[in-house]
């Protein structure tokens, strides 16, 4: 059975689906049918949309759903429009959730997972977004709509406006990469480049929609944006097995995602699907973060960032406005933080999720693994959590700010013949003009995995002979026995830890000449920063050392 066909076969009407409009604010309650942009009765323009969730638990409709094909329409009875035949898909939804076993190894994480939004027709998490939204405007009538945008709603926006038949105007901020808007126009949306921050771009938007009697889409404040990030939840759920994670971990520039996945996770546990709301990790870029210095200020409303300073375009929103005060309260209500990264350490974290996943991911999701890292080593994630994050794009157009012109080596052998001289990469070069016999190291970690990561990144970059000891206690035996060039150990071991094994090496005359690298996944404090003082060669942060950090660090201690 095709995806069209079992939609067709399941069509709903407005007398057998009831959805209603609930004030966020207030206790209001009125119709869907008749489209509102405030509530009646107080004002409020951030309105709920609400189903018969007891009917739909009586009726099966887990049995349902999991008899339809995967993507985000198989839960069409809990998103916003009452005509099956009104949906315009291109089989977004249904993304993987993938195992991040590598980067849970660096940070401690045993329990780490990637909901890999790439996947989606636009390669974003806004494919869902765009596909209730157009389809929504198809039940209405609509011909012709306006949206603001970063970049990734412009262009699944024009995407689906087209399979709709739908003119779409984009006004998208000066700050967007040209290959976004050039891709929203190969869709034929009608892009208008507005320089100025991104909350100019919406009052542009909003006064040309105006103008010309149009209907605006108002992003967190539209009933469809937020009830299609619910299908994340949805699919999460289902995905572990109809539970919910102890974490949901997402990048925010206007906090539509985590609102959506929390009002998701909530119709869950009312069907009996879902026993929790995870604790929220709301992460903003360092140059525009006004919900999280509220947040940690301890305030109930965020103070506009009027002039943002980040290179993250699609997490530019400057005034969030009322989503912040949502955002805190499902934090104080269900747990969880907020917590900001600079530029630097997102595209820190970008390196690092491509080396150790082999993911491509925007500078967006970038900050939310830099965020995810903090969390981490802080020990605010508990090792044995289940943690999600949301993978919300793919890199492309951003490879030049990261990577620069000089991302690869050029060898010209058009004049010459016979054997061809390749350029040597600096670091692989000087540990060439090293010694050619090999370099032993010992390896410290009671994580046997994590040790064979370590293990495989220096047989691959250089000529080492690597042991591996399985904690802190047999590290000392081998350390004693091998007498290796390098010891590289963790710190936190459950028989004996990093600094006692340290300690005890140090003190034997036999071993104290040997340099140490220390690897570990927790923030230090001080008094231990104070104790490792003078008695180890390099401290290394796992989850945010790179491939040369670890052989630089190597290469040094060999002398």
């Not at 759903?65 to 069409?76: D, P, Q, S, V």
């Not at 991040?100 to 974003?124: H, V």
């Amino acid at each position: 059975m095709t995806h069209t066909a079992s939609l067709r076969e399941t069509t709903l009407t407005k007398s057998t689906k009831r959805i209603e409009l609930q004030c966020t604010y207030c206790d209001w309650v009125g119709s869907y049918d008749s489209p509102l942009n405030a509530c009646p009765k107080c004002g409020e323009n951030i309105l709920r949309a609400r189903y018969d969730l007891a009917a739909l638990r009586r009726s099966g409709w887990v049995d349902k759903i999991m008899a339809r094909e995967a993507g985000l329409w198989r839960y069409h009875e809990l998103l916003p429009i009452y005509d099956t035949q009104n949906i315009v898909t291109m089989g977004e939804g249904g993304t993987p959730l993938l195992h991040a076993r590598n980067l849970g190894m660096l940070l401690g994480l045993r329990n780490l997972y990637i909901k890999d939004e790439r996947q989606g027709p636009t390669a974003s998490f806004k494919d869902r977004q765009a596909s209730v939204a157009i389809s929504v405007m198809r039940e209405r009538g609509i011909r012709e709509a306006v949206v603001a945008s970063t970049g990734n709603v412009a262009i699944a926006y024009a995407a689906f406006a087209a399979r709709a038949g739908i003119k779409l105007w984009a006004f998208l901020t000066s700050m967007v990469p040209g290959e976004k808007m050039r891709e929203a126009a190969l869709y034929g949306g009608e892009v208008i480049k507005v320089t100025g921050t991104y909350d100019h771009t919406k009052v542009v938007a909003n006064g040309f929609a105006k103008q010309r009697g149009l209907y605006v889409d108002r992003g967190i404040k539209s009933i469809a944006a937020v009830e299609s990030m619910k299908t994340m939840a949805f699919e999460i759920a289902q995905q572990l097995g109809w539970r919910a994670p102890d974490w949901f971990i997402q990048a925010v520039s206007g906090g539509m995602g985590p609102i959506g996945v929390a009002k998701g996770f909530e119709e869950l546990m009312e069907l009996g699907l879902a026993d929790k709301i995870p604790a929220l990790g709301v992460i903003q870029s360092a140059g525009c973060a006004p919900m999280v210095r509220a947040f940690k200020n301890g305030r109930t409303v965020a103070t506009p960032v009027e002039n943002p300073q980040t290179v993250i375009a699609t997490l530019s929103t400057g005034d969030p406005g009322r989503a912040y005060e949502q955002l805190n309260n499902l934090i104080i209500t269900h747990g969880g933080t907020m917590e900001e990264a600079t530029d630097e350490e997102a595209f820190n974290a970008l390196r690092l999720v491509a080396r150790t996943e082999g993911l491509s991911v925007e500078p967006a999701t970038a900050v939310a693994f830099a965020g995810l890292i903090k969390l981490a080593r802080r020990g605010i994630i508990k090792p044995d959590q289940l943690v999600i994050v949301n993978c919300s794009g793919h890199t492309f157009p951003v490879e030049k700010q990261i990577l620069g012109d000089q991302f690869a080596r050029s060898v010209d052998v058009s004049a010459q013949s016979g054997r061809i001289s390749l350029p040597a990469e600096g670091l692989l070069s000087a540990l060439e003009q090293m010694e050619t016999t090999a370099r032993r190291v010992v390896v410290i970690e009671d994580n046997t995995d994590a040790g064979r990561l370590i293990e495989r990144i220096l047989k691959v970059q250089g000529n080492y002979e690597v042991y591996l000891a399985n904690g802190g206690a047999e590290g000392v035996v081998m350390v004693e026995r091998v007498k290796p060039d390098v010891i590289i150990t963790d710190l936190m071991m459950p028989d004996i830890d990093g600094f006692s094994v340290i300690d005890a090496l140090k003190a034997d005359p036999n071993t104290a000449h040997i340099p140490i690298i220390v690897l570990t996944a927790k923030e230090l404090t001080v008094h231990e920063r104070m104790r490792l003082n003078g008695q180890i060669e390099r401290l290394l942060q796992k989850g945010s050392f790179m491939d040369e950090d670890l052989l630089q660090s190597i290469v040094k201690a060999l002398g």
